[in-house]
């Protein structure tokens, strides 16, 4: 508590009040030039008012109140440093990575995060958790809930999907099982299909799922009283490929889905809304914002010159905002609601990575680095991470245009997923039933080169020099089956 009541202010005296309010609109370096003026000026400019909203400015502890910590200006010092320090170990993978694997005979089917907690499904039919923000994380299985008609051995797994409160997962025979993260691991809710799922959707925030069966697509939400019911069902003309729920909508929700050449816009109170459909040039890819959708479109070929494209809309207009790229490839993965704004990043068959602003047509940048097609991509201010059908994971300066490192794995990246200070990526093999592969389930070492693999990366300075155990330390040496030690090696592994 300061007991300056007037400032003086060049040839007059202001109150205190008056003189934090002007300089609530200097920045950093303008406060500290002004804190060498005077000590009156040196009091106010080290005030916790303008700190604390410097620091809520640039994103810092946003939950945080102002009489949580006692100087701000230490604070802001701190978290600038932390930044600093964690895009140098982006930039030169200096951190450590573990290999997240459980069923050593089955192959790995469907991979998704959420804020570092990830969810795998596997042939064997099992669905396994991890959550990489605890050092020694373990591997909890959801439990299926299956009935007194579920004998035999339980059907492989076609999709997952989690947020932050629900895990969802897809199964061959149809059946769709949901857990909440926040009860245990028997399922909440079930339904049934009658035919094999296409796409399986879950809202990023809320519990909405949404699935797509043959010409049927079934939104699931619980009511009122937390009893689980059927929202909303759509049929639709054509089978469909993408399926993405429409983020922070208030009131019923709503799915977009994309079903050969046609795009639907699946409202409750227009059901067969079409936002796009042109005869013969099918969707590759699709991602979707609160406000906008963005696809790939497949043209006829060289018999028409209309070149392979990215489409943008407004779904409250349903009108076409833009039309992106022009490329001899067609586009096989786009990423629009994990971008900053007014920024889209997308990944093609001509083996490029493509960044373009919204406000303008042509591309900011073209990355060329995978030796297949790319399979995944996202980015953020500074960076964008790519993943290849070869199995290639790709981390780049999107400013620079230039590749900072890469890993490689078997099978091809489908999933990926990061925070200013963790990466998690996934291989997920194209080929559930490999040929050569022995049945039996004692023989588990035939399907090894076959399962896939999920790293998980982790580039924060405090936790590695805190407490760091190199994951070749961390071994329990517990497992029956003894070529596995559960064993897993450090990049880099020069630390040890």
């Not at 003086?8 to 370096?29: M, N, S, V």
């Not at 804020?115 to 396994?128: H, L, P």
């Not at 035999?152 to 797994?157: D, K």
Request: aromatic share 10%; with cysteine.
């Amino acid at each position: 508590q300061n007991e300056i009541n007037e400032v003086p202010f060049f040839d007059i005296q202001l109150p205190y009040e008056l003189a934090l309010k002007i300089f609530q609109y200097l920045g950093k370096a303008e406060l500290g030039r002004c804190a060498q003026v005077s000590r009156t000026w040196k009091v106010l400019a080290e005030d916790e008012v303008l700190w604390y909203r410097l620091c809520q400015q640039d994103g810092y502890l946003l939950g945080s109140s102002i009489a949580a910590r006692s100087c701000w200006k230490l604070v802001l010092k701190d978290c600038r440093a932390r930044e600093r320090t964690l895009r140098t170990n982006w930039k030169n993978r200096i951190g450590a990575v573990s290999q997240l694997q459980y069923e050593l005979g089955k192959i790995l089917c469907d991979v998704h995060s959420c804020d570092g907690v990830v969810i795998a499904g596997y042939t064997s039919g099992a669905v396994r958790l991890w959550d990489t923000r605890a050092w020694d994380y373990t591997a909890p299985i959801l439990e299926p809930l299956r009935g007194p008609d579920d004998a035999g051995a339980p059907p492989h797994v076609s999709f997952v999907r989690i947020n932050s409160a629900l895990a969802v997962a897809a199964y061959e025979d149809g059946t769709v099982s949901v857990w909440s993260l926040m009860v245990g691991r028997e399922p909440i809710h079930r339904y049934q299909h009658n035919q094999r799922i296409q796409a399986l959707a879950l809202a990023s925030q809320g519990a909405v799922v949404a699935t797509a069966s043959g010409f049927e697509v079934k939104v699931e939400s619980p009511n009122d009283r937390g009893f689980w019911q059927t929202t909303e069902t759509f049929e639709i003309q054509k089978l469909v490929n993408f399926l993405n729920l429409v983020p922070d909508v208030t009131g019923s929700p709503v799915a977009v889905a994309a079903a050969e050449d046609v795009v639907y816009l699946l409202k409750s109170q227009d059901s067969g809304k079409v936002l796009h459909s042109i005869y013969g040039q099918p969707i590759t890819c699709l991602d979707v914002s609160a406000s906008e959708a963005a696809f790939g479109v497949k043209s006829f070929g060289w018999l028409l010159n209309a070149p392979n494209q990215i489409l943008l809309y407004n779904l409250e207009t349903s009108q076409c905002l833009k039309k992106l790229g022009n490329s001899l490839g067609d586009f096989s993965c786009v990423n629009l609601q994990d971008s900053p704004p007014n920024m889209l990043v997308t990944g093609n068959k001509d083996r490029r990575v493509r960044v373009y602003d919204l406000r303008q047509s042509d591309s900011l940048c073209s990355l060329y680095g995978h030796h297949l097609g790319v399979s995944a991509v996202r980015m953020d201010d500074w960076k964008v991470v790519s993943g290849g059908e070869e199995g290639l994971v790709c981390v780049w300066d999107q400013r620079m245009g230039t590749k900072l490192w890469e890993m490689h794995a078997r099978h091809p990246v489908r999933h990926l997923w990061f925070n200013s200070h963790s990466l998690i990526t996934a291989n997920v093999p194209d080929e559930k039933t490999p040929r050569g592969a022995s049945l039996a389930d004692d023989d588990l070492t035939a399907h090894r080169k076959h399962r896939g693999i999920i790293h998980a990366y982790e580039f924060s300075a405090e936790q590695l020099a805190l407490e760091s155990v190199l994951p070749i330390c961390r071994s329990s040496y517990d497992e029956v089956t003894g070529y596995n030690y559960n064993i897993g090696l450090a990049v880099p592994y020069d630390d040890i």
